[in-house]
């Protein structure tokens, strides 16, 4: 029965709208409050529960239909969760872009750099000029893994700006 419920949830057209700032990649994205406001009470309306518990393999996220005892869960993994302050932000990412990949949300379009004929994005120049002006290796890889875990660059940006950091640590830049 869940999956009726999540069905008449997505035709409800929810979208998220991006309304924080990333500073580090000078791009925009939906904070966890924006992505609960949207979703929280449609889901509590159609007798959908949300569980989101730490676990040792990462943040499980469980949506539980409380009129049939059916359920459906995903775990998003931590990364790099040496701190406390490391594991409480991987709790806040984790548990906002798991319930954008669950329920299947939109938000807002941000791909008019490709149509305007910029193919570069703000994000992508911001974090290459990050890149460009670091110098030490272990703060390149650091750089490294914040691209790798961006949500407002694409593939093809993460690819180059990973290659560049990679040269700039091995001396070619």
Request: charged share 35%; glycine share 6%; hydrophobic share 30%.
């Amino acid at each position: 029965m869940i999956y009726k419920k999540l069905l008449e949830f997505q035709k409800l057209g929810i979208s998220i709208k991006k309304s924080s700032d990333n500073p580090f990649f000078k791009s925009k994205y939906a904070n966890l409050n924006e992505v609960l406001d949207k979703v929280k009470k449609p889901l509590n309306d159609m007798g959908i529960v949300i569980v989101q518990e730490p676990t040792l393999e990462g943040l499980k996220t469980t949506l539980y239909d409380t009129e049939d005892d059916t359920s459906i869960n995903g775990t998003m993994p931590y990364v790099e969760v040496s701190t406390a302050q490391k594991l409480g932000s991987n709790n806040t990412y984790n548990r906002r872009y798991s319930l954008v990949t669950i329920l299947g949300l939109e938000d807002e379009d941000d791909d008019g750099n490709e149509a305007s004929g910029n193919n570069e994005s703000e994000a992508y120049r911001g974090a290459k000029e990050a890149i460009d002006a670091e110098g030490d290796a272990e703060t390149l890889t650091k750089l490294k893994s914040r691209v790798a875990k961006s949500t407002g660059l694409k593939d093809s940006e993460k690819r180059s700006l990973i290659k560049l950091a990679d040269d700039k640590i091995d001396g070619k830049v």
